[in-house]
């Protein structure tokens, strides 16, 4: 099956649901991700060109450990996605929607609390409605007029910093989590930013934590392999799980509940 990730920087689904996306391609599915910004605010110390340079290359090579079957950048700018007008990011997100055909569509949830980043919510907001609504040939018509079929998105995977109402756990025990941390690894400015940003928290606080002071922030492996393995274990723990990562998904538009004898159990 199609499987299209909606997300705004080069690390965040790797962060929220590399797990599980490792899982799918080791079942041969096709995972298609779509990045909205170019990731140039995410550095402490290269400029905006340096970052522009390689706003694809990192998101490609964690692709290539993950398995993801294309990679794909909006272009536009990190931290400033509160400028594009809600319908045309819906719209381009909707575009690839029709186009690709996925039966999962993942992406931020617009209803989970305390999200701080307006890519995060921008991309929420326009992804949930792209995937609600993309089966509607009077939606984007323009769309429809040059080609492309309406598609209803069965599932939808919603992921948070903090997330809530969540229904869909994954086992990500074994090879899943060892890609997640692999890929993540790839990510080499985004990964020392997230030790160096830390330092800088730790600096302003009247407390110190010398197992991160002490890092050089480009020797972040085994801090990132730590808080990812520490997450999932959280998670895991709740289901009886080694490490696992939990999504609200909704399917099938709720039609799941008029179903008599109940629906099958995911295979994956
Ligand atoms: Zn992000």
Same mark, same amino acid.
């Given at each position: 099956?199609?499987?299209?990730?909606?997300?705004?920087?080069?690390?965040?689904? !790797? &962060? &929220?649901?590399?797990?599980?996306?490792?899982?799918?391609?080791?079942?041969?599915? /096709?995972?298609?991700?779509?990045?909205?910004?170019?990731?140039?605010k995410g550095t402490f !110390?290269?400029?905006r060109d340096e970052m522009f340079a390689? *706003?694809?290359? $990192? +998101? $490609? %090579?964690?692709? *290539?450990v993950l398995g993801l079957a294309s990679v794909e950048c909006l272009d536009y700018a990190d931290g400033e996605l509160a400028d594009v007008p809600l319908n045309v990011l819906r719209g381009q997100f909707m575009e690839r929607i029709r186009h690709l055909q996925p039966e999962i569509v993942f992406t931020f949830d617009p209803w %989970? +609390?305390? $999200?701080?980043?307006?890519?995060? @919510?921008?991309?929420? #907001?326009?992804?949930?409605?792209?995937?609600?609504?993309?089966?509607? =040939?009077?939606?984007? =018509?323009?769309?429809?007029? %040059?080609?492309?079929? =309406? #598609?209803?998105? +069965? /599932?939808?995977?919603? &992921?948070a910093k903090n997330p809530r109402d969540t229904n869909r756990v994954v086992d990500i025990s074994g090879e899943p989590i060892e890609r997640k941390i692999r890929a993540l690894w790839e990510h080499t400015n985004q990964m020392a930013l997230t030790v160096a940003e830390a330092q800088a928290q730790i600096a302003s606080a009247p407390f110190d934590v010398p197992t991160i002071t002490s890092?050089? =922030?480009?020797?972040? @492996?085994? &801090?990132?392999?730590?808080r990812? @393995?520490?997450?999932?274990?959280?998670?895991?723990?709740?289901?009886?799980? !080694?490490?696992? $990562?939990?999504?609200? *998904?909704? @399917? #099938?538009?709720?039609? !799941?509940r008029l179903a008599e004898g109940g629906v099958p159990e995911d295979e994956w």
């Amino acid at each position: 099956m199609n499987v299209l990730v909606l997300t705004a920087h080069g690390d965040d689904m !790797e &962060f &929220f649901a590399g797990g599980t996306i490792a899982k799918l391609c080791l079942l041969g599915h /096709q995972v298609h991700l779509v990045l909205a910004t170019d990731n140039t605010k995410g550095t402490f !110390e290269l400029t905006r060109d340096e970052m522009f340079a390689v *706003r694809l290359s $990192e +998101p $490609e %090579a964690a692709g *290539r450990v993950l398995g993801l079957a294309s990679v794909e950048c909006l272009d536009y700018a990190d931290g400033e996605l509160a400028d594009v007008p809600l319908n045309v990011l819906r719209g381009q997100f909707m575009e690839r929607i029709r186009h690709l055909q996925p039966e999962i569509v993942f992406t931020f949830d617009p209803w %989970a +609390p305390y $999200e701080n980043h307006q890519d995060h @919510r921008s991309v929420a #907001w326009a992804a949930m409605e792209a995937a609600s609504f993309s089966h509607f =040939p009077l939606y984007h =018509p323009d769309q429809v007029a %040059a080609g492309l079929a =309406p #598609w209803l998105v +069965p /599932q939808t995977y919603f &992921f948070a910093k903090n997330p809530r109402d969540t229904n869909r756990v994954v086992d990500i025990s074994g090879e899943p989590i060892e890609r997640k941390i692999r890929a993540l690894w790839e990510h080499t400015n985004q990964m020392a930013l997230t030790v160096a940003e830390a330092q800088a928290q730790i600096a302003s606080a009247p407390f110190d934590v010398p197992t991160i002071t002490s890092l050089d =922030p480009r020797d972040y @492996r085994e &801090f990132i392999a730590n808080r990812v @393995r520490t997450g999932a274990a959280a998670v895991g723990k709740k289901y009886g799980l !080694e490490y696992a $990562e939990h999504f609200r *998904r909704t @399917r #099938w538009g709720g039609t !799941e509940r008029l179903a008599e004898g109940g629906v099958p159990e995911d295979e994956w």
